[in-house]
């Protein structure tokens, strides 16, 4: 293809360099991948993931649960769904979900901040400089993408991370980006970070909403794993799940989101989501007892969910500790009762097949389980 008409087939879109060595790195490739999807603002697992039969929860969450307790997607006789994760419900069923519930990261604080960094980090503490993501993908030898305007926490430290967004700029002509290459002919730099972008923005194409909508996100994040082999590894996130009033109806339009932006990932996969994993968490979880403003307040105890072909779904794993007050932790979350850099690092072992040392240098204080969570 000639240079002029490469450069007409483009969006126009501004593409966001986080490192200029992406077309330069030697992937290990596979064709397993992972995609980290963040819930920012410590969603409510206990409105998502739901104990159907509870006594407790009715008289807890008298206006939250009996809301939704006569609409509930039924996953087997303790739980159910949140009647907005309808895609995740047909999952379920295919055995292409998994839910874990009663997860925590061992942080104990209510800070939205501290708890996604301890969460990204992967190593007990906050205010670090890497993730785990991003040392997975160095144990792996692969590179990864990040849906981000910038690098999160998870894949920092990594020199094999990509950051994509889409821009709320005009779109530039084709002359413009002929003009900038002409410019950069004799910038080794800035001419191999230009193209890089114009290869990159060409992958997305033109689907990639200028609102960041997370399902346009979702779709533009599986367009560029589809079209280019060597990324094994991706991240999204998605804020708003804060929802410390009129969480009935705030969760069920944030849910319905997460819902239609999988499905958006899915479809836009096709063949490769057979080879995928899709881990979905947040940084806590949030109060058993419903507030005064028929929302919840910061907690601990969360659920995580693993999506995609490669998982063994069609159960629901994790050990249930029950709601009474002596059953919460410090009488008013939802107790963990296994750790979420655990079933991390399951994935990581039986999906990627890292090995123990690897492991430790990923997520060091992780416990080895013995649960299958991979076909």
Known sequence: MLRREFIKSLAGSLVLFQSASYANIKSNHSNKKIIWIVLRGAYDSLHTLVPRKNADLTKLRPNLYNHIKNHLLVLNNEFGLHPSLKNMHQWYKNKEL????????????????????????????????????????????????????????????????????????????????????????????????LQSGIELQNKVGKSNSKRGRFSDLAKSCANLMVKDNSIDCAMLELGGWDTHNN??????????????????????????????????????????????????????GSALFLAGGAVNGGQVLGKWPGLKSEQLFEQRDLMPTSNTFSWIANVLEQHWGLTPNQLKSVLPNAQRLIEKVIV
């Not at 708890?115 to 990204?120: A, M, S, T, V």
């Not at 096709?270 to 109060?287: H, L, P």
Request: glycine fraction near 8%.
């Open 247 to 300: 969480q009935n109806a705030r969760l069920a339009r944030q849910l319905t989101l997460l819902d239609d932006g999988l499905s958006e990932l899915k479809t836009a996969l096709g063949k490769q989501w057979q080879d995928t994993v899709v881990i979905v968490a947040s940084e806590f979880g949030r109060t058993v007892e419903q507030n005064g403003t028929s929302g919840t307040d910061h907690g601990t």
């Open 98 to 193: 998994l839910p874990i519930t009663c997860v925590g990261t061992g942080f104990t604080n209510r800070s939205h901040f501290d708890g996604q960094d301890f969460l990204e980090s992967g190593l007990n503490t906050t205010d670090a400089d890497s993730g785990w993501l991003a040392r997975a993908i160095d144990a792996k030898h692969t590179q990864a993408l990040a849906i981000a305007r910038s690098t999160p926490i998870s894949l920092r430290s990594s020199n094999k991370v990509n950051t994509w967004f889409p821009t709320k700029f005009k779109e530039s002509h084709a002359d413009t980006y002929d003009a900038l290459l002409k410019l950069y002919q004799y910038d080794e730099l800035l001419m191999s970070r």
